[in-house]
């Protein structure tokens, strides 16, 4: 049962990713014919190797960058604190959230995101290694049983076993009565604002925005009254 979950363990998360270059031409020849093999089979036959990667090269790991990773947790007045790692420096911001995972308060958290186990969890993990460090041990699964890995997915939690269905957390936020947090920009225009318009902080407060987002949508599974930023 959700509820037997101790909420004030639960570390709400979101991060924001892009392409590792702005430009394809700033790739290494290596990395775009591995770009062009791994994704073959996913584009349209009009599409070339180089259109995709404008489009989708913040989605994977081994071609993208973390700029923002946003993080909530409750405070003793159940308001949920948020805190905010980003830059252009992906090690730097990796180094930064990784010490976090230090403090007394967080060394059995347990992670929540929306479709975390398939995009978040899996793309700071692989990150962390790229940059040549260990990712935090709520990151690491191997030899744990299922039961045993600290993740929530509130992706998950809505499908109830019905494994072909996707649903966005602003499509959840919207069912349950929650404030959009697109009310500015949504995941498809970021990688613009940062490579283009060179406007980090606006893709931080979006980013932000997803993480209280999620801890409501998480309160209403819960049949909770929503929570509030703390300032």
Known sequence: MLNSIPLEKVLFLDIETVPQYAEWDEMHESQQQLWDKK????????FSAEEF???????????GKII??????????????IKSFYGDDEKKLLEEFG??????????????????????FPWIARRFLINGMQPPKAFQL?????????HLDTMELWKFGDYKSY?????????????????????SMVASIYWI????????????????????IFRRMRQENLLEKSE
């Open 53 to 63: 990667y404008k489009e989708r090269g913040g989605i994977m790991a081994e071609f």
């Open 99 to 120: 010490e976090i995972f230090n403090r007394p308060k967080l060394r059995e958290v347990i992670l929540c995101a929306h479709n975390g186990k398939e995009f978040d």
């Open 197 to 216: 318009e060179k406007d980090l902080f606006r893709i931080v407060q979006y980013c932000e925005k997803d993480v209280l987002t999620l801890a409501n």
């Open 39 to 46: 994704t073959k089979t996913q584009r349209k036959e009009d």
């Open 68 to 81: 923002c990773i946003s993080v909530g947790i409750l405070d003793k007045n159940e308001r949920l604190m």
């Open 167 to 187: 649903v966005s957390l602003e499509l959840l936020a919207n069912v349950f009565a929650i404030p959009t947090p697109k009310d500015d920009i949504d995941g």
């Open 142 to 150: 191997f030899g744990k049983k299922p039961w045993e890995i600290p």
